[in-house]
């Protein structure tokens, strides 16, 4: 006996709500009562996928494709909404230049690729996108640039459920070098997309005082490969914005005293990877950050050069007034919870980093340094910044740098100290003479984590 029906809709509704998207729809299939009450939750949808990244004959790119043009027209016809992640790229260019350039049946498929992939991606999977926009609430898109304009063209129709949209475009394809991307359409979705809140853009480009209705309105953007010159660009596009993320900005404005910041006041959120330089922040991003009161920053500085952290750092830090956390093995719990995207993927460890967090929540300015990557990064900000570190984290194995750096911290509340090496007994507060190294008058708060 199914004790279920006894219970009201909303109450099983209620329940849905709890579950991640893929369990939805397992629990779905129980019975046609939960899985017409599972219709109305966010999390009924199909999720389906086309990777078309890493071939490199043409009938695999085709099997791939028909594969998934066919999921898409079942869950479609099964009633589902729809969440699709569509990448393909080719770049026969590369591909000759590998052991099988001697290959006469190679350079044929390597030929193929350039002249019969566009059309492809047309034919098969662009040109069938207007007919399930109705029902798609999701859509992440990486083509070549040469699919840019019959995409554009394929997305003038409304997208009422559409929640989240990525567009990238990385890749070579047939268009030539010389050529150069089409802004966006000022007609995309037809200027309708009511549930969008979500928008990644990499490589799209924006032109200033062409503003597009159904992206306007976006609380949350994330942009990738753009340089600082585009953020009053991208300030005039995106005026509704609140949370913002800038991956990998590149500098290219002198600078100038004159530089003003653009008018962005409903920013709350700013997260950042960027490459210092020699003097500091890219310029335009430096007036951005201190010209106005962004709540919550997060920021990944890079450097091939450590010491050019460390002159970035009190730019960047000019206008907070929060006390400091230190940080110089991870972050603390909370801290961890609430790491932001694109800050939670791991970089490679070619380059020098020091991140910087700074939250309203915990009125506190949050460093997060490696001791062995970035040293003198670290040296520059205990010459500037030792009078404000309220509380410091760092590994026994780094204790070296931080008894050589600091000689007094004067507001020190918190120490934690994690035991990743054996200890046999040393006392990290003493020297070999018994003298205290560090002076932390105000220290009451010890914490010592043992693995």
Known sequence: MDYSLRLPNEMVTRAFHYLSQPDVLRVARVCSRWRSVARKVPGFYAHLILDGDHFNKLPAYEQRIETFTRQLRDAASAGFRLSLVISV????????????????EYHHDAYDLDEIMPKLVREAVIRVLPQYLPRIVKLHVAFPAACFDDLQQSLLYPAPELSSLGLDFVGSGEIGEDEVLSSLSVDLFNGHTPKLTSLKLANVPLVEGLVIPALSRVPTLYLEYYADMDIPVIASHFPAVRHLSLDDITHVVKDHENIRPPPWSSLETLVLTVTVLRHGLPVMLRALITGQRIPNVYARLLSADCADIGIAVPSFLKHFQSSIHLSLFELDRVEAESYPLPLSIPRDRD?????????????????????????????????????????????????????????????????????DIRVNGYNIGDSEDGQLVVHCPHLDRIVVYAP
């Not at 404000?388 to 780094?398: K, N």
């Open 351 to 419: 380059t020098y980093l020091m991140e910087l967090h700074t939250v309203t929540t915990t009125n506190r300015l949050t460093l997060l340094a490696d001791v062995n990557e970035s040293p003198s990064a670290i040296a520059r900000v205990a010459t500037l910044l030792w009078e404000h570190i309220t509380d410091l984290r760092f590994a026994y194995s780094g204790k070296e740098l931080v008894l050589d750096t600091f000689v007094s911290l004067p507001h020190l509340t918190t120490l934690h100290v994690i035991l």
């Open 89 to 104: 790229q080719w770049d026969a260019d590369e591909q000759l230049d590998t052991d099988y350039s001697s290959d006469e």
